[in-house]
């Protein structure tokens, strides 16, 4: 856990510095609390957002700059979406999963035009990267979307890699064995 600690707190540092928020899922435990605590730390603004059924189960943190409690999780990631610049996902369980691959969707679909990356900590993603390729290589995702996906085991690159994103251009979003 302490690479992985040490990478929220990096990527806070990183976010103050480029002078970009923070906004997510509002907690204040595991990663989520870590780097909200660096980003208010650092004087950065946080914005959390939380449904209220985890107010109390994720310990909703009372310290930030905003903290929206919202009805249900689909309101929290329309909101987290409008407030937002880009997505990062830090290392995390099923609903950092589910989080990043709404947001990626979305990318790919056209409904934004975010930028959407994994902080590679360690190595935690590179499974999930290899399986990305290999739905592309399997003709399943086209392979400009599975570029959209972007990663990086440095929070400065990926900040960097994020700030350069362009959406590609396509006239069609998927066709098997393209």
Not at 4 to 11: M, P, V
Not at 16 to 37: E, F, H, P, Q, R
């Amino acid at each position: 856990m302490d690479d992985f600690s040490t990478s929220a707190r990096q990527l806070a540092k990183a976010l103050v510095a480029s002078d970009l928020g923070l906004v997510y899922g509002g907690g204040n435990v595991g990663l989520m609390g870590i780097i909200a605590d660096e980003v208010m730390a650092l004087g950065g603004k946080v914005i959390g957002v939380i449904p209220q059924s985890l107010m109390e189960k994720e310990v909703g943190h009372e310290g930030l700059s905003e903290l929206h409690v919202v009805g249900d999780m689909h309101e929290r990631k329309a909101m987290m979406l409008s407030l937002g610049d880009g997505f990062i996902a830090l290392p995390g369980g099923f609903g950092t999963m589910e989080e990043l691959f709404e947001a990626l969707t979305w990318l790919q679909l056209g409904f934004h035009t975010k930028p959407c990356g994994v902080l590679n900590t360690a190595g935690y993603y590179d499974a999930l990267l290899a399986f990305l390729d290999n739905s592309r290589d399997q003709g399943f995702v086209k392979g400009l979307h599975r570029d959209m996906l972007l990663q990086s085991e440095s929070a400065d690159s990926l900040l960097d890699k994020m700030q350069q994103f362009t959406i590609p251009a396509t006239s069609k979003w998927i066709g098997f064995g393209e």
